[in-house]
């Protein structure tokens, strides 16, 4: 087997590989998607579930304060009742009128506390019920994944090994080239040499559309080596019907 022929046949095998696996890397993709967002939810929940735990210990702790400001203004209540003179009655009274401004105050943070408890409370939920729903995108996608792998699975193997057996006919340094151009044209390594014009002898790249010089597509005819575009390197083939309505002209 010639050399350009060994490479077309490499070429088709190859293509065949990439269209399947295209339709698994699709599938990944968006699994792939899906579990950064899964992520990114998480994250915002823990971060605003610790927030909601600080929250609410900061107003457990203010709750604590004014039951304690209540007790002791209870407290000097009762000995206010017993005291003897004045003095210790007005001492009393002072210290009852500012822990009754101080709980104003607590209560007012506790308050603050509360609505932010609740404003924290309904975004955890929020975020609940979009990572529940996140999760169930990613099943289905996973199970997509699952679909095309068992629909394509058998056949891709089978073309890998048989793209694997058509390599081996092809010269390393030419199955060199012939994997560089297959990664920068996504699959596209080859090019066919189309007829622009019989009459005038005017032959295009199939892969760039750039003007091939005559002289170019003659020596893919009459040598078996490897012929490349001048424009976009891709390595050129000439179709069979061609190739014969050149040889009968």
């Keep these: ?47 605003l579930t610790n927030q909601l735990k600080h929250t609410q210990a900061q107003s457990a702790n203010l709750e604590n304060e004014i039951a304690g400001s209540d007790q002791r203004i209870g407290q000097l209540r009762e000995q206010m009742n017993t005291v003897k003179t004045n003095k210790e009655y007005s001492a009393m009274l002072v210290e009852v009128n500012t822990l009754k401004a101080d709980k104003a105050k607590l209560e007012e943070q506790a308050l603050e ?29 996973d199970k997509d994944l699952a679909e095309r792998t068992g629909e394509v699975g058998e056949r891709l193997s089978e073309l890998k090994a ?29 090019a066919p040499v189309v007829e622009e014009d019989r009459r005038r002898m005017e032959y295009i790249c199939g892969g760039c559309y750039m003007s091939l010089p005559v002289e170019m597509v003659n ?20 179709e069979q019907e061609l190739k014969e309505a050149m040889g009968a002209k």
Aim: with cysteine.
């Design 219 to 238: 020596r893919l005819i009459s040598h078996d080596e490897m012929v490349r575009c001048t424009s976009c390197n891709r390595i050129l083939y000439i």
């Design 113 to 141: 506390l509360m609505s932010q408890v609740e404003v924290f409370q309904s975004e955890v939920e929020h975020l609940d019920n979009a990572l529940a729903e996140q999760n169930r995108i990613k099943d289905l996608a």
């Design 1 to 47: 087997m010639g050399l350009n022929d060994a490479l077309r046949d490499l070429y088709l095998v190859d293509q065949q590989v990439r269209g399947l696996e295209s339709r698994l890397d699709g599938a990944r993709r968006h699994v792939r998607a899906q579990e950064i967002k899964i992520e990114q939810l998480t994250q915002q929940q823990g971060e």
């Design 162 to 190: 048989e793209r694997a057996d058509k390599a081996t006919h092809v010269p390393s340094d030419s199955l060199e080239i012939f994997d560089r151009m297959a990664e920068t044209f996504d699959g596209e390594a080859m």
